[in-house]
C-alpha cells in the first residue's frame, strides 16, 4: 500500500475494495466479510482459523488504506458501497427462509433438529456480510477500536451530509452502533479522576473535549481539577489514556444557581473544609468521542461518581446538576417570528409585558426583541434585564417542561437527566452570562436534581408514562406560563 496517498480518489477507493478479494501477496482470496460469515457457520473455532488463513494482516491493511483516504465526500463514497455493496445477500436468505418453511410444514418428519439448525443459518445470513469486518477490525485491540470510532464518526458525517435517504448507511450506522453497545458496556470501563498531578496529557484531552464550559487557560483547568473540584472519566481498557466521557463536579455547601461563581472563583483555601462539603453539583458532563454518539455513558457514569463521592464525603446529602439550556434562545425567537405558527395564534408575553418591553426597546416590539436577542444587546439594558426576567422564566420553564419530542421533553439535556430520575428542580436566572450562555438561553441555567432513593421510580415514570417529576417553583412558573401565555 505504498505510495497510496499519490493515488487519485477513484483508485484508493478501488485499491482499497480489491483488499476484500486479495491478500498482500496479491493473490486471489475471500473477501474478509465473505469469509467471516462463513466462517461463523463453523463457530468460533471456525472463524479463528479462517481469519489466520485468509485474512491475516488485512485488517492492518484496511485500516491503513482507509486512513489515507480524505475525510469527507471520499469516505462517505468508500462507505456507501461497502453498505450497499456487502450487507445481507438477500438471495441466499430467501432460500435460507424458505427452508425453513418446508421443514416447518414437515416438523415432525425432520425433526426439531433439522429445524433449529436451519433457523440458525437464517439468523447468520440475515446479518450484513460488513459485520464480519467489524469484527476483524474489533479484534485488532486499540488500534481497532480506535478505527472503528474514527470509520463510525465518518459514517454519522456521511448520514447527515445526504441529500438524499441513505438507507444502506443508515442499516449499517445501526450494526455498528449496535456492536459499539457491547464492545463499550460498563464491564468493559474503568474510571479515572484527574488530578494537578495527572499526565499532562490527559489534561490537555480534558481541556480540549470541554464542550459546556469552555476552558480558558491552564490556570482556569488547574482551579477546574483543584480543591472543591473533582473531576473524573470513564476509559476503556482496551483504548488507556482515551477519555471517553468526562464529567466535572463542584462540591458545595448549597445548590449553586451561577456558573461563574464555579468555573471562575477559585476557593479560598487550598485545603478543604470538610464542614463546607454537605452538595456535590455536576456542572458538566462531555463525551469526547463523536463515534460513541447514542451510545449512552454519562449516566453509567454519574451513577459510578455518586458512588465514588459517597464513599469519600459520607456527609454528601445533596446531589445536583448546574445545567445549560442549548435551544431555549432559538425556541424563543421562532415564536417571535411573523412565519411562526404559534405566533399567528398567540403571544408569549402578556399585555403589560408587550408595553412595557415596547417603551423600553422600542416598536414593532416582537421583530426589535428578536433581533436584541438574536446578538445579545438585551443584556446591556438593565432595564431590559429586569422586565424580561419574569416573562423568560416562565417561559423557559415551559420550554422544559411543556415542550415535547414524540412525548418526551424537547430538550435534549432535559431528556438525559429526567432519563436518569431527576427532579426538575430550579430556574436560574443570569446564572451563565458568558456570550455562549447568554446566546443558548438567554443567561439561564436549570437545576436537576437526584434524590437517590427517588431516582429509579422517577426514572421508570418518565421513560414509561412520560411523567416529568418537577419542583413547585417550576410547577408554579408552568401555571403562570399556561394562563398569562395562552399557548
Not at 474510571?191 to 459546556?212: F, G, H, M, N, Y
Not at 458512588?307 to 432559538?330: A, C, D, H, N
Not at 450562555?437 to 437517590?452: D, E, H, K, W
Request: charged share 20%; proline share 4%.
Amino acid at each position: 500500500m505504498r505510495g497510496l496517498g499519490s493515488l487519485s480518489r477513484v483508485a484508493q477507493q478501488q485499491q482499497l475494495f480489491r483488499f476484500f478479494a486479495r491478500g498482500s501477496s496479491g493473490r486471489l482470496r475471500p473477501s474478509s466479510v465473505a469469509v467471516a460469515t462463513e466462517a461463523s457457520d463453523c463457530g468460533l473455532a471456525g472463524m479463528d482459523e479462517a481469519f489466520r488463513r485468509a485474512v491475516e494482516g488485512q485488517g492492518t491493511e484496511f485500516m491503513r488504506s482507509y486512513g489515507a483516504l480524505q475525510a469527507g465526500e471520499a469516505r462517505a463514497e468508500l462507505l456507501g458501497r461497502l453498505a450497499r455493496d456487502f450487507g445481507v445477500e438477500h438471495g441466499r436468505v430467501a432460500e435460507a427462509c424458505a427452508e425453513v418453511a418446508r421443514l416447518q410444514a414437515g416438523a415432525e418428519k425432520a425433526g426439531p433438529g433439522a429445524l433449529l439448525q436451519a433457523e440458525g443459518r437464517l439468523r447468520r445470513l440475515l446479518a450484513p456480510r460488513y459485520q464480519g469486518l467489524f469484527l476483524l477490525l474489533g479484534r485488532h485491540g486499540e488500534g481497532g477500536l480506535r478505527f472503528l470510532l474514527t470509520l463510525r464518526r465518518d459514517l454519522l458525517a456521511a448520514l447527515a451530509a445526504a441529500n438524499a435517504p441513505a438507507p444502506h448507511l443508515r442499516e449499517m450506522n445501526g450494526v455498528l452502533k449496535n456492536m459499539l453497545l457491547e464492545w463499550f458496556s460498563t464491564g468493559f470501563l474503568n474510571l479515572e479522576r484527574v488530578t494537578w498531578q495527572s499526565p499532562c496529557e490527559i489534561l490537555q484531552k480534558i481541556s480540549d473535549s470541554e464542550a459546556v464550559h469552555p476552558v480558558r487557560n491552564w490556570m482556569d483547568m488547574k482551579r477546574r481539577v483543584g480543591s472543591y473540584r473533582r473531576c473524573y472519566y470513564f476509559v476503556h481498557c482496551a483504548i488507556p489514556g482515551e477519555p471517553l466521557v468526562v464529567l466535572h463536579v463542584a462540591l458545595t455547601d448549597e445548590i449553586s444557581s451561577s456558573i461563574q461563581a464555579i468555573v471562575k472563583e477559585a476557593p479560598s483555601l487550598e485545603v478543604e473544609d470538610m464542614n463546607k462539603i454537605t452538595t456535590a453539583i455536576f456542572y458538566s458532563i462531555s463525551s469526547t468521542q463523536q463515534g460513541l454518539q447514542g451510545v449512552e455513558l454519562g449516566a453509567h457514569l454519574i451513577k459510578r461518581v455518586v458512588t465514588e463521592l459517597q464513599m469519600e464525603f459520607p456527609q454528601i446529602k445533596v446531589f445536583s446538576t448546574l445545567s445549560p439550556i442549548p435551544g431555549f434562545t432559538k425556541w424563543l425567537v421562532s415564536l417571535l417570528s411573523p412565519q411562526s405558527k404559534e405566533s399567528v395564534r398567540s403571544n408569549p408575553f402578556t399585555d403589560s409585558e408587550c408595553r412595557e418591553i415596547a417603551e423600553i426597546a422600542g416598536d414593532p416590539m416582537a421583530e426589535t426583541l428578536k433581533r436584541l436577542l438574536m446578538n445579545n444587546e438585551w443584556v446591556r439594558s438593565e432595564r431590559l434585564v429586569r422586565a424580561l426576567q419574569a416573562p423568560l422564566l416562565r417561559l423557559c420553564a415551559w420550554y422544559l417542561y411543556g415542550e415535547k419530542h414524540r412525548g418526551y421533553a424537547l430538550n435534549r439535556v432535559a431528556n438525559f437527566h429526567l432519563q436518569n430520575g431527576a427532579v426538575l428542580w430550579r430556574l436560574n436566572w443570569m446564572a451563565d452570562m458568558s456570550p455562549r450562555g447568554i446566546a443558548a438561553s438567554c443567561g439561564m441555567m436549570v437545576n436537576y436534581r437526584y434524590f437517590l432513593e427517588d431516582t429509579a421510580r422517577n426514572s421508570a415514570a418518565y421513560i414509561e408514562s412520560k411523567h416529568i417529576k418537577a419542583s413547585e417553583q417550576v410547577l408554579s412558573l408552568v401555571s403562570q406560563f399556561q394562563q398569562d401565555s395562552k399557548l
